[in-house]
């Protein structure tokens, strides 16, 4: 096999640096959700740390190096849940921690990044203008940027998440990885596909973000000129051509899913596993639900990534 | 100190014999609660888990035993967690599991029980009704009654969630315990008081179920003619003696607390921390609400003891 930018020894390293509470996370099955389903259903919880996200695997590398090498400061865009992890890495190693974000993003993440100490700047824009302006920040102030998906730690420190779940013989036949940069389900990806080839991993995107799932499908990078989903955490529009030569080598597929089936999936997760996640973690459940007979009778894994909502639209969803 | 019913050697014994899927839970601090709580507070999640609750650290052990020495049936009262705890864990082992339950217990809880293949009998009572069934059962069938906190194993089972508190030095000035029949508060109350002694144990049981902390503060068995809280998972009327004598070693202090503070900690779990839990859950944040003083500035821990809720019941409370 052609060989992905990640590399496993330095990902066994990593669980070495990373703080223990965000290693080997709850892996369950969870059969009250498997009648309405078709298949068995087992999932690894990102979501029961400080920071509600798997996020700081990644950014507990970047900031430990930073830190070593004697670096006072980082600026990265984020979604929300980046920059919280990058705020909360940073602020225990006393780095100066900037986090660009579009005004439009989820307040609850907004907020909790400021109540971590971090230097918020909004955009009037989407993510991808929150990049830009990240970008012009470090080469304007000569400061690390942490780039999700393209910097080789946030897809090596998503990867830990991997060896977690072959630690024991795998029980199940599919990996479900929600696909936004490509950070979690490369990481993931390289991981499964050189130590247990013969799980499938399939990404999931929502219908409203497709630009990387139509990427991974064309073997070539598609933009797109907007994203129209509530799955906040994955709306890109712009994938990095590195990261899709790795998805390449990792995906066995790449599905869309509808907003609708996100919602029923937040709502199953909540009334039947008793867990509030954000839209991008039902990605999983709304691929199962989209297309049963595939999922039929198999055993499923998906990766609970992120519970960052805010309480009043969360609520709007479940209850609709 | 005079001596507990429980034993160190067997508590970490134990640990061998539950399922690792129960054991190292998630601990970390909640940063987002602490600004309306005015002290730091940390949590042992206990809730990601197949059975959404601790109960099955207990369960675990009775299970094994009666497995190892070929007995064939086991039964129990249950409020609900302990009686889906004994049937998951009854059912990997090939043990014909009744639970005896309280017709007006939890839905989702009886629900549960049923779906782990258990065989559930409702009484037309309260909890106390179930558990004089449940004896009934036991002497007619001659099988093994499993009696919650009189038990040793579930005590010790309990207790496992005390070792991994004092795993590392501990950094919390106080443990808040839900307080029921007491397993859950000696257990860990035992292996506090053997490895952090200067930790405070704080029991908090709801107003409207006073039994125990009653009795705590008399140091002698108080009964009720009834209970009235939501906190079903710790609404009992009678002690039993031994566990009372086990509390009174361990327990520095029991309090009793609102059903509207129990209601506003399921609220803040919620919000600002993304847990659903059930009422007994949020004991331990209701009793810093009731009391913001006592605990201004210390370093709390509170036990996210179960979130097993029906759907509809719990939507009523958080959105009240």
Redesign the interface.
């Known amino acids: 096999m052609q060989e992905t930018r990640l590399d496993t020894a330095r990902i066994r390293a990593a669980r070495r640096v990373i703080d223990p509470?965000f290693l080997?996370?709850?892996?369950?099955?969870?059969?009250?959700l498997e009648p309405e389903l078709g298949c068995a259903v087992s999932i690894k919880?990102e979501?029961?740390?400080?920071i509600?996200s798997f996020k700081a695997r990644g950014t507990e590398l970047v900031a430990s190096q930073l830190a070593g090498n004697g670096s006072r400061a980082v600026v990265c865009a984020s979604a929300g849940n980046l920059g919280q992890a990058l705020a909360w890495s940073g602020r225990r190693r006393g780095l100066d921690v900037t986090v660009v974000a579009s005004r439009f993003a989820t307040a609850a993440k907004l907020d909790?990044i400021r109540?971590?100490d971090a230097k918020l700047e909004l955009v009037d824009g989407d993510h991808e203008l929150a990049r830009d302006r990240a970008a012009d920040i470090a080469r304007y102030d000569g400061i690390r940027l942490l780039e999700d998906s393209l910097d080789i730690e946030t897809c090596e420190g998503a990867a830990t998440i991997g060896l977690e779940l072959v630690d024991n013989e795998p029980s199940f036949d599919t990996v479900l990885v929600a696909l936004g940069g490509g950070a979690m389900a490369t990481g993931i990806g390289h991981v499964l596909k050189a130590f247990a080839p013969d799980v499938e991993v399939i990404c999931v995107q929502p219908l409203g973000a497709p630009a990387m799932t139509h990427s991974w499908r064309q073997r070539r990078v598609i933009t797109t000129d907007s994203t129209n989903t509530i799955a906040d955490g994955v709306a890109g529009r712009r994938p990095i051509p590195a990261v899709l030569d790795d998805l390449l080598l990792v995906a066995d597929d790449a599905v869309l899913v509808q907003e609708a089936s996100i919602i029923t999936g937040m709502r199953m997760l909540?009334?039947h596993a008793?867990?509030?996640v954000e839209p991008s973690a039902a990605l999983g459940i709304a691929a199962i639900l989209e297309d049963r007979p595939r999922f039929a009778g198999r055993h499923i894994l998906t990766i609970i990534c992120g519970?960052?909502?805010d309480?009043d639209t969360y609520?709007h969803w479940v209850?609709s």
């Open positions: 509470i080997d996370s709850p892996l369950y099955r969870c059969d009250a919880l979501t029961a740390n400080p509600r909790r109540a971590l909540l009334h008793g867990l509030v519970s960052n909502v309480p609520h209850s």
